[in-house]
Each structure stands twice: as C-alpha cells, then as structure tokens.
C-alpha cells in the first residue's frame, strides 16, 4: 500500500481529487464508489471545480455510493444519501437517474437493495476506484471490525464505536442499529483502493491500518492486500507512523 502524506487536509484533497482526475480521464467508462462522512468533503469540492473547469470527463462515469444508514433516507440531513447529493451529484454535470446508484436505507426488503447494487457493480465490470474514509475502528463503509472480507453488498450492525460517532453527522438523535453497504469484496478489488484519514483523532488507526496486523478486525488493514491501494494522509493523521 502507497502512503502518500501531504502537509494539511486540503492539500491531502487536492492529490486524492487529482489522481481520480486523472484516473477518469484515462479511463471515462470508470465505476467510482464514493464514501460519506466528513473526510471525502473537501475532495469533493476538488472534483466539483474541475468539473466546473472542464479538466475531467464525466460523462460516462458511473457512481456507486458506498453505504447508508438503515432506516434514513434523503430526508434526513446527515444520512449518506443526503450527503452525498448536497455535496456533490447535485453539482456535477451528470445525469443522477442514470449515472448515480444508491442504497435505498428505507427499502423494507434490504436483501433485494443489496443484490441490486451488487447487480449494478458487476454490471459496470467492478469497482475502478473505491474512495474509502477510514473510520475510527477501521471500518470501511459499514464493514465493521470481524467483518467477513468475502462478502458483497451487505446489511451489518452497527459497532458501538460506529454508533457513538455517527452521532456528528445528525443535528437531532436518531435511533441507528445497521448499515446497508458495498461489501469488502467489491470495495478491495477494485482497482484502485483509496483510504483517507486526516486528523489527530484518526492517528492511532492510520498506525494500525499502516504498521499493524493484517485482520478482520481492523478492516481497513486489509487494503494492503489489495493489488494498487493507497492511503493518503496528512501530517496529524501521520504523526503516530514509525517512519
Ligand atoms: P469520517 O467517517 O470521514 O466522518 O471521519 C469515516 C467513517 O467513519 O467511515
């Protein structure tokens, strides 16, 4: 696994929207599975100006979003789905029906969700690019520590770490015990693997992602397992690496 670390977040941004820039542009017919949460942001915002420039081809990329919270929907400011709109479908020039899919967090059959993603990711020949924040237990999506790395697309309880966390990104409290989400089969085949961490609260995970053991417990330590994967990082989320 490369470890690429830049001085702050936003630099760190810039390099992680550049590479799937370019990636894009040497491959426009790409899948890119694109995480939630508060690290991607800023890369987001990176991607939206190039498209607004005109530096990268979207128009025959396809999105596959990551995960979602069960029970919440685009209604809920803070769910996955949400976010993901907000920040970034809205504001590219894509046609969302037909280059975006997304878990339905509300759907009363989370089985068919899941066989319907999976359907839509082997239709578009796998992932190219899984931009993946790391979380503070290492969970990648929702594939929590203990996670079975075979499976697809999935429905997981939540970790109590996940719960306590997932907090921040609610402005009311909300009652979340499961997330549906890509299963680490598709996400580290891909072929690329991308892990963003920034912070001084992600320092002790970056360490374990990094240097510690390969383990089901800490997912995002099997990124390195994977055949071109990346963890790009800035300085705070580094400062705890021996080297
Ligand atoms: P964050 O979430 O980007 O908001 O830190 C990462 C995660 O928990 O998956």
Redesign the pocket.
């Known amino acids: 696994m490369k470890v690429i670390v830049k001085e702050n977040y936003d630099l760190m941004s810039k390099a992680v929207a550049d590479n799937i820039i370019n990636y894009v542009n040497n491959k426009p017919k790409s899948l890119l599975c694109l ?7 800023k890369t987001f915002e990176y991607l939206v100006k190039a498209a607004e420039n005109k530096e990268i081809n979207l128009t025959e990329v396809k999105f596959v979003s990551l ?1 979602e919270w069960v029970g919440l929907g685009p209604a809920t400011k803070g769910s996955c789905v949400e976010t993901l709109y907000t920040h970034l479908y809205n504001k590219l020039p894509i046609n969302v029906e037909e280059q975006v899919c997304f878990f339905d967090g509300l759907s009363n059959d989370l089985e068919n969700e899941c066989r319907r993603v999976d359907s839509f990711i082997e239709s578009c020949g796998g992932i190219d690019i899984s931009l ?6 290492g ?4 594939n929590e520590p203990g996670v079975n790395p075979e499976l697809k697309c999935a429905v997981i309880p939540l970790d109590p770490v ?1 719960k306590t ?2 907090a ?2 609610f402005d009311e409290e909300v009652d979340v015990q499961a997330g549906i989400t890509v299963g680490l089969k598709h996400l580290l085949d891909a072929k690329e693997v991308i892990l ?2 920034n ?1 001084e ?2 320092a002790e995970i970056v360490k374990k992602t990094i240097e510690g053991e390969i383990t089901t417990e800490v997912p995002s330590s099997l990124a390195r397992n994977s055949i071109d994967s990346s963890i790009y990082i800035d300085t705070e989320a580094g400062n705890k690496l021996s080297k």
């Not at 995480?35 to 942001?41: R, W, Y």
């Not at 993946?132 to 237990?137: D, K, P, Q």
């Open positions: 995480a939630g949460g508060d690290t991607p942001l995960d993946l924040g790391i979380g503070m237990n969970h990648l999506g929702f996940t966390v997932g921040k990104y963003i961490a912070g609260k992600k």
